[in-house]
């Protein structure tokens, strides 16, 4: 097969003129899809800029002022927003958002931030192509409010978690996940401030993989490098 995309001569390397029908290695297309401030489509920009073998086609936000929508403006990267509270029910904003991320033609789906939950049709449109990064150390603390209910708990351990979305809220299998401690001292935005730097590392690492072709969800099954994944990385 063809070598690994590190490995293949860059453009206008002197190796392009000894392998001069090396083509220029296609990258990822991904939508990333926010309702927020942004930092983790911010982390995949920056990933993407680094070298990594993605590209962020388009950005979506269910919100118009969503400080997100000007990272994307200022790297250069399309915008829409598909604003839920323009459609009369669920079925329609989602009919409206699944056509706005397919006019991107991804290869891969990003929930990074994004605050509305996605009915069945719209997952299984993008079955298998769709990610979450998600506030806590799942399966514990599902749905909103993450860094209160930790805290309410008393929890030593919190985090963050990446998983293949499915038609289960929050419940498709973990791919990753990045552990901190609680602090004795920790409100909310202490904790969710030092679980968000740890998302900022651990979305464009899984993202990466799924470029690389070492991720893929099989039934609800992950696998990595050609092994089904038994406990989450
Ligand atoms: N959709 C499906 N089908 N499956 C998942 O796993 C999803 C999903 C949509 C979003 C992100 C999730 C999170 O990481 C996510 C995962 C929003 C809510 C929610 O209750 C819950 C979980 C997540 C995102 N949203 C309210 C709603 O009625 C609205 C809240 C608001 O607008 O502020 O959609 O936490
Ligand atoms: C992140 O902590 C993300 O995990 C969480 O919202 C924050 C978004 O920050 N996601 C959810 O709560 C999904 N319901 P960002 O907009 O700066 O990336």
């Known amino acids: 097969g063809l070598p690994n995309r590190e490995d293949r001569p860059k453009r206008g390397s002197h190796a392009k003129r000894l392998l001069p029908m090396t083509p220029a290695a296609p990258r990822l297309r991904v939508v990333v899809l926010i309702s927020g401030s942004g930092t983790n489509l911010q982390a995949l920009i920056d990933a993407a800029a680094a070298g990594q073998p993605f590209e962020i086609c388009g950005v979506i936000s269910n919100r118009p002022a969503a400080p997100g929508l000007a990272r994307a403006t200022a790297a250069g ?31 891969l789906v990003v929930l990074a931030g994004f605050m509305r939950i996605l009915s069945d049709a719209l997952v299984n449109r993008f079955a298998g192509r769709m990610l979450n990064i998600h506030p806590s150390l799942l399966p514990r603390f599902q749905g909103l409010h993450t860094h209160r209910r930790a805290l309410e708990a008393g929890t030593a351990e919190h985090g963050a978690s990446v998983h293949f979305v499915t038609t289960e809220l929050d419940g498709g299998p973990v791919i990753a996940q990045a552990r901190v401690p609680v602090q004795a001292d920790d409100d909310e935005a202490t904790l969710a401030a030092r679980v968000l730097a ?7 690492r899984v993202v990466s993989w799924f470029a690389q072709e070492r991720l893929a969800m099989h039934g609800d099954q992950v696998w990595l490098d050609g092994a089904p994944l038994r406990h989450p990385v």
């Open 77 to 107: 990267i399309p915008v829409r927003v598909v604003d839920h509270t323009k459609f009369p029910d669920r079925a329609r904003f989602d009919d409206a958002l699944g056509d706005a991320i397919a006019a991107f033609l991804p290869g």
């Open 198 to 204: 740890r998302e900022h590392e651990l979305l464009p």
